[in-house]
């Protein structure tokens, strides 16, 4: 009972913090889309009309993570969003009811650990006991301590948290408030071009992460047709990405212009083709998911986990039947 009170204690943050899409009619779906460039994918399937001509009655609300989309879906206030693998694996391990119903793409190359520009670090090793910059429990969390700080010899310890959402790390670093962090694009490249900050790596050759599509088990009981629709404009948001790069960063560039992210059609073109679609709940995401379980499990961040393998909170069969009947390959 206490694991489900802080959940919900969570997302009554979100409430009041974000703009939530409230309960509407029954046949009204709920979707948030990621303000970092994994929830591109929704704001051209909006902007592009792919919803509509398939018929789905829809809201979209923007979030500036995605534990909050997870945390709004426990709450029933959202029916479908991204999160990190990594929220989603502590969510389940700990009794929440979110279903994971999809993939929304591969993400390593488009994640990178930056600096001040005027920093004289060269790697990591030159920045032991800076304050990182980074959101605690997220996917990017996990992988800094998983991944990257093992294969430099360093533990967490080494690194002081300063615990932020990705769109005010950039700040933060301009600020002074950290000396490094992890950022996703676009807002990275953003920063990089107006001479803020600077690339050292991306997480490619330490981890292959991915962010997880998740859906409301409750809407999915009762309007699973929202979802088939969802997922056939969503996939052809993927195709647009795919076979018209320019088309896709030319109205993506218009949207994050809107939301007050300075940005170029050039510069959102160089980053859009950082994301690979990867859709699929297949045995390598659940084998993935397994031993993210275990890492949590030793970092102490949960006491057990489940078998993703057998899971009843993984079913990615609305988006295989979507992907099918379209022709998506």
């Given at each position: 009972m206490k694991r489900f009170i802080g959940?919900?204690?969570a997302a009554a943050f979100v409430v009041g913090t974000f703009v939530v899409v409230a309960p509407a009619e029954s046949?009204?779906?709920?979707?948030?889309?990621?303000?970092?460039m994994w929830g591109s994918f929704e704001i051209i399937a909006d902007r592009m009309g792919y919803w509509k001509k398939e018929g789905l009655k829809y809201k979209v609300g923007?979030?500036?993570?995605?534990?909050?989309?997870?945390?709004?879906i426990i709450q029933n206030n959202l029916d479908t969003g991204t999160t990190g693998f990594s929220p989603f694996t502590t969510a389940i391990?700990?009794?929440?009811?979110?279903?994971?119903?999809?993939?929304?793409?591969?993400?390593?190359?488009?994640?990178?650990?930056?600096?001040?520009?005027?920093?004289?670090?060269?790697?990591?090793?030159?920045?032991?006991?800076?304050?990182?910059?980074?959101k605690k429990g997220t996917s990017t969390d996990f992988s800094f301590q998983?991944?990257?700080?093992?294969?430099?010899?360093?533990?967490?310890?080494?690194?002081?948290?300063?615990?932020?959402?990705?769109?005010?790390?950039?700040?933060?670093?301009?600020?002074?408030?950290a000396q490094a962090g992890m950022v996703g694009e676009p807002q990275g490249e953003i920063a990089r071009e107006a001479g803020y900050v600077r690339y050292l790596e991306d997480l490619c050759k330490y981890d292959n992460p991915s962010m997880m599509h998740v859906g409301n088990p409750q809407t999915i009981k009762k309007h699973?047709?929202?979802?088939?629709?969802?997922?056939?404009?969503?996939?052809?948001?993927?195709?647009?990405l795919k076979n018209d790069p320019k088309k896709y960063a030319k109205v993506y560039t218009k949207a994050l212009l809107e939301?007050?992210?300075?940005?170029?059609?050039?510069?959102?073109?160089?980053?859009?083709?950082?994301?690979?679609?990867?859709?699929?709940?297949?045995?390598?995401?659940?084998?993935?998911?397994?031993?993210?379980?275990?890492?949590?499990?030793?970092?102490?961040?949960?006491?057990?986990?489940?078998?993703?393998?057998?899971?009843?909170?993984?079913?990615?069969?609305?988006?295989?039947?979507?992907?099918?009947?379209?022709?998506?390959?």
């Open positions: 959940f919900a204690l046949a009204t779906l709920r979707i948030g889309a990621h303000r970092s923007h979030f500036k993570q995605g534990k909050l989309m997870r945390n709004a391990s700990k009794g929440a009811r979110v279903m994971a119903i999809g993939v929304t793409a591969n993400i390593c190359e488009a994640i990178n650990i930056i600096v001040p520009v005027n920093s004289k670090a060269k790697s990591l090793k030159d920045l032991k006991g800076s304050v990182f910059a980074n998983a991944f990257v700080l093992p294969a430099y010899g360093m533990k967490s310890s080494d690194f002081p948290l300063l615990s932020v959402r990705a769109t005010e790390r950039i700040a933060a670093l301009i600020s002074g408030a699973p047709d929202l979802f088939y629709k969802y997922f056939r404009g969503w996939l052809k948001a993927h195709q647009l939301v007050g992210d300075k940005a170029k059609e050039s510069t959102t073109l160089k980053v859009v083709k950082k994301i690979k679609s990867e859709l699929f709940l297949s045995d390598r995401v659940k084998n993935y998911l397994n031993k993210m379980g275990d890492k949590q499990v030793e970092f102490g961040w949960i006491k057990s986990r489940p078998d993703f393998r057998k899971s009843p909170w993984l079913d990615d069969s609305i988006l295989r039947k979507a992907a099918k009947d379209i022709g998506f390959n």
